[in-house]
């Protein structure tokens, strides 16, 4: 059964600070991917991660992957209060998209001013 | 990009009666979409994939005969939830995606927030 641990579960911290989530699972696969959800909403796509090594950025988030180390890193730098939310990452565990997702259980992201 | 409209976004429903969620994919042709549900404060979990002309395939603990799901175009996916129960008030929520159109990972639609009284 694959599993897919997120750390920490929650996380606050200060405006300006940086910060990284980590994303471990169980099997292997070489894609995991990134997602925000705020409060009563649906899943927003960040980053879409398909080979080991890979690494995306956007603004102030920065995700990896390590395929052999089956470890993701999401990476917020120097925080601002619009990227409260909860992060889930999730692991497409057929490679083919046959067999949908497993998620973490998210890390519940506040940022204080 | 991929684009999932999910309907309704919210419905409150009376115990013992069914409802219809409707999952379509707007801009590509989604053989395969995915349903998944997710309580107040939790992670999401996978529920049922659905496949364009064959039976679903349920996740264990997944009751096939409460949650109907048809796919029955490229483009529409639905679920039925049969004879609500308040502890089936939940998000639920498809998606699409993968495949052929890995690159671009997994569309989520909006959400549906069931519940039951």
């Known amino acids: 059964e694959l599993k897919v641990e997120q750390n920490p579960l929650f996380l606050s911290m200060q405006e300006g600070k940086n910060y990284t989530i980590y994303c471990n699972y169980s099997t292997t696969s070489d894609r995991l991917y990134w997602y925000r959800q705020d409060p009563g909403k649906s899943l927003e796509s960040l980053f879409v991660?398909?080979?080991?090594?890979a690494v995306k950025q956007e603004g102030r988030l920065m995700a990896s992957l390590d395929t052999k180390a089956r470890l993701s890193t999401l990476h917020i730098t120097a925080a601002v209060h619009d990227l409260s939310a909860t992060y889930f990452c999730?692991?497409?565990?057929?490679?083919?998209?046959?067999?949908?997702?497993?998620f973490g259980k998210g890390t519940h992201l506040i940022i204080q001013p | 990009g991929a684009v999932v409209s999910q309907h309704p976004s919210r419905v409150i429903c009376k115990s013992g009666t069914s409802v219809k969620i409707e999952c379509r994919s707007l801009d590509f042709q989604a053989t395969t979409m995915f349903w998944y549900r997710q309580f107040p404060k939790q992670s999401l979990m996978l529920m049922a994939t659905s496949n364009e002309g064959s039976k679903a395939t349920y996740e264990q603990g997944v009751e096939k005969d409460k949650f109907l799901i048809n796919h029955a175009s490229l483009t529409l996916s639905t679920l039925t939830v049969t004879s609500a129960h308040p502890e089936d008030s939940s998000f639920y929520i498809c998606?699409?995606?993968?495949?052929?159109?890995?690159?671009?990972?997994?569309?989520f639609g909006s959400g549906t927030r069931l519940t039951v009284v």
């Open positions: 998606s699409a995606g993968g495949g052929p159109r890995v690159a671009y990972g997994y569309t």
């Open positions: 991660l398909l080979s080991n090594g």
């Open positions: 999730a692991v497409d565990s057929s490679g083919g998209g046959a067999d949908g997702l497993t």
